[in-house]
């Protein structure tokens, strides 16, 4: 059975960092793209950063909003992708979920998300 | 970005009734549209990918249509279990969400 856990949420201020982990099991991590999509409290759905398998170079892209401060990673003897999140703003506030990526492209499995909460 | 606009917001409806979900994009994205389930507390859950292909385990009643820039999400007889707030989702260019319905019990 197919597990994602994120952890690493938290309340934190504006400015500081925060590094969110994903911890995978029930499938092939290391051949697998994963992503980052946040939603803000009452909101909808932002997909923030994809990270391809190491065969596709592990080539990472961002959405506009978090270009330049926040960093997706993955160190595939884990199992685990990472966001490393810098100069947080309040409307960062967010769950923050992880996903796979599937056959098609579409964001199939979710973790249960973790919370970040970003205010002084 | 392509932009992915769901109408109408809210579907107020009675159980065993039909709900008519609509998602239009900005610009065409093909056939590349998938829809989500999202429950309270609950992370979102895919039932339609690809326009109209149904998920593994995702019940009959669920259907989509549509390609170019039209799709519908249709949900035949609506179970108390089907009461949830419904995104699109595109993957032709990144990776966009409509801002979604809710379907909630009249």
């Known amino acids: 059975e197919v597990h994602l856990v994120e952890s690493g949420g938290g309340l934190v201020k504006p400015g500081r960092s925060l590094r969110l982990s994903c911890e995978t099991s029930?499938?092939?991590?290391?051949?697998?793209?994963m992503t980052w999509v946040r939603q803000a409290p009452g909101k909808g759905l932002e997909c923030l950063a994809r990270?391809?398998?190491?065969?596709?170079?592990?080539?990472?892209d961002y959405a506009a909003p978090v270009k330049g401060r926040f960093t997706i990673s993955r160190d595939d003897s884990k199992n685990t992708v990472y966001l490393q999140m810098n100069s947080l703003q309040t409307d960062d506030t967010a769950v923050y979920y992880c996903t796979t990526l599937d056959g098609y492209g579409y964001t199939r499995r979710w973790g249960q998300g973790t919370l970040v909460t970003v205010s002084s | 970005e392509i932009v992915l606009t769901q109408y109408p917001a809210t579907l107020s409806l009675s159980p065993g009734e039909r709900a008519t979900l609509s998602c239009r994009a900005s610009?065409?994205?093909?056939?590349?549209l998938a829809w989500f389930q999202q429950k309270p507390g609950q992370a979102p859950s895919l039932l339609i990918h690809?326009?109209?292909i149904r998920a593994t385990g995702i019940p009959a009643r669920f259907s989509g249509s549509g390609s170019g820039t039209d799709f519908t999400l249709t949900i035949d007889s609506l179970g108390p279990e089907d009461f949830a707030v419904y995104y699109c989702?595109?993957?032709?260019?990144?990776?966009?969400f409509g801002g979604g319905t809710k379907v909630e019990i009249k």
């Open positions: 610009q065409s994205v093909g056939t590349y």
């Open positions: 989702q595109q993957r032709y260019s990144w990776l966009t």
């Open positions: 690809d326009a109209s």
């Open positions: 990270i391809k398998d190491i065969t596709s170079g592990g080539a990472t």
């Open positions: 029930g499938f092939t991590f290391n051949i697998a793209w």
